[in-house]
């Protein structure tokens, strides 16, 4: 008689632990994904932020280039001109970083779009690869100068 | 005493689904009212800025603005959802805010609220948390140069 109970009681516990541990990793998996996305949100809203105020310099590619890095380090590491190479968000890289400038007919910048691009979050059980987003558009409210060179 | 046994077995379980549903909640809709908030701010960052790009001392100015407010294409909800009921309104000093001034030449900032960005909640409703939770997202911007004020 003993032994059954005991029998039944591995078998909730069997039951009830895999419920549980599913219900927790989903948990831990839908948590972390949103944590990171939230970082993700904040890092491009702050790239965003910078190249809609950072003067335009278009003298040549290279300069476009250049104006380009520097959005992309706002976003991963907080400093357009970092000193400390740490991101603000997990493994995040610069090349994970869209930078498009919204032009108007003469080739002036009206908006800038900032968006990350081909971003793995790992949350152990699955990873979330995300692809154009999270992603924002600010108007270019700079200083254009198409015939200045990035110093 | 068997009984007794399983009745527990049935308790503890309820309970412990109780505890894992505020859990779950807590990282799942929580999660998500947080990403919601984050994108609505940035989202009025733009328009205000986009806004007070417009304003040039005329009428026109100020329905430009409305119009550059209208087509942002930023998204909330994971970026999935368009931003709806999206409030524009002018201020000559930052005191006092209409949507129709009647003297467009005194307008220097423009301000945009976002007040209609409700998240749908999942799993706190079960524990007794509410239906939906409203993120309403506010930021202003002055004209010449456009910067954001608040």
């Given at each position: 008689?003993?032994?059954?109970q005991?029998?039944?009681?591995m078998?909730?516990?069997?039951?009830?632990?895999?419920?549980?541990v599913?219900?927790?990793a989903?948990?831990?998996?839908?948590?972390?994904?949103f944590?990171i996305?939230?970082q993700l949100?904040?890092?491009?809203g702050?790239g965003?932020?910078?190249?809609?105020m950072?003067?335009y310099?278009g003298?040549?590619d290279v300069d476009?280039?250049?104006?380009?890095?520097a959005?992309?380090?706002?976003?991963?590491y907080?400093?357009?001109?970092?000193?400390?190479l740490a991101?603000?968000?997990?493994?995040?890289?610069?090349?994970?970083v869209?930078?498009e400038w919204?032009k108007?007919k003469?080739?002036a910048?009206t908006?800038?779009h900032v968006?990350?691009r081909?971003y793995?979050?790992?949350?152990v059980f699955?990873?979330?690869?995300l692809?154009?987003?999270?992603?924002?558009?600010?108007?270019?409210v700079g200083?254009?100068?198409?015939?200045e060179?990035?110093? | 005493m068997t009984?007794n046994?399983?009745?527990f077995?049935?308790?503890a379980m309820s309970?412990?689904m109780?505890?894992l549903?505020a859990?779950?909640?807590?990282?799942?809709d929580v999660?998500?009212i947080?990403?919601?908030?984050?994108?609505?701010q940035?989202?009025?960052?733009?328009a205000?800025?986009?806004?007070?790009?417009k304003l040039?001392?005329?009428?026109?100015g100020l329905?430009r603005?409305?119009?550059?407010v209208?087509?942002i294409p930023?998204?909330?909800?994971l970026?999935?959802?368009?931003?709806?009921?999206?409030?524009v309104?002018?201020?000559?000093d930052?005191?006092?805010?209409?949507t129709e001034?009647?003297?467009a030449?005194s307008?220097?900032?423009?301000?945009?609220t976002?007040p209609?960005?409700?998240?749908e909640?999942t799993?706190?409703?079960a524990?007794g948390g509410?239906n939906?939770?409203?993120?309403?997202?506010q930021?202003?911007?002055?004209a010449n140069p456009?910067?954001l004020?608040?």
């Amino acid at each position: 008689m003993r032994r059954r109970q005991s029998g039944h009681a591995m078998i909730e516990l069997a039951v009830c632990a895999a419920v549980m541990v599913s219900c927790l990793a989903g948990t831990f998996q839908f948590g972390y994904t949103f944590y990171i996305y939230n970082q993700l949100v904040t890092a491009v809203g702050n790239g965003g932020r910078y190249a809609a105020m950072r003067t335009y310099r278009g003298a040549s590619d290279v300069d476009l280039e250049k104006g380009r890095a520097a959005i992309r380090n706002m976003v991963v590491y907080g400093d357009a001109r970092p000193t400390d190479l740490a991101p603000v968000v997990a493994n995040l890289r610069p090349d994970q970083v869209d930078v498009e400038w919204v032009k108007d007919k003469t080739g002036a910048p009206t908006a800038v779009h900032v968006a990350i691009r081909n971003y793995p979050v790992n949350a152990v059980f699955k990873t979330v690869s995300l692809e154009g987003r999270p992603g924002v558009e600010f108007p270019f409210v700079g200083r254009y100068a198409p015939g200045e060179r990035e110093p | 005493m068997t009984g007794n046994r399983r009745g527990f077995v049935l308790i503890a379980m309820s309970v412990t689904m109780l505890l894992l549903l505020a859990v779950m909640g807590l990282a799942f809709d929580v999660g998500r009212i947080y990403i919601a908030r984050n994108e609505a701010q940035v989202f009025t960052d733009a328009a205000a800025m986009a806004a007070a790009q417009k304003l040039d001392g005329t009428k026109a100015g100020l329905d430009r603005a409305k119009d550059a407010v209208a087509h942002i294409p930023m998204r909330w909800n994971l970026g999935t959802q368009e931003f709806r009921g999206v409030i524009v309104e002018f201020s000559a000093d930052g005191s006092k805010w209409e949507t129709e001034p009647s003297n467009a030449g005194s307008v220097t900032m423009a301000r945009v609220t976002a007040p209609d960005n409700s998240v749908e909640i999942t799993f706190l409703r079960a524990v007794g948390g509410p239906n939906n939770f409203v993120v309403p997202a506010q930021a202003a911007a002055m004209a010449n140069p456009v910067r954001l004020t608040e």
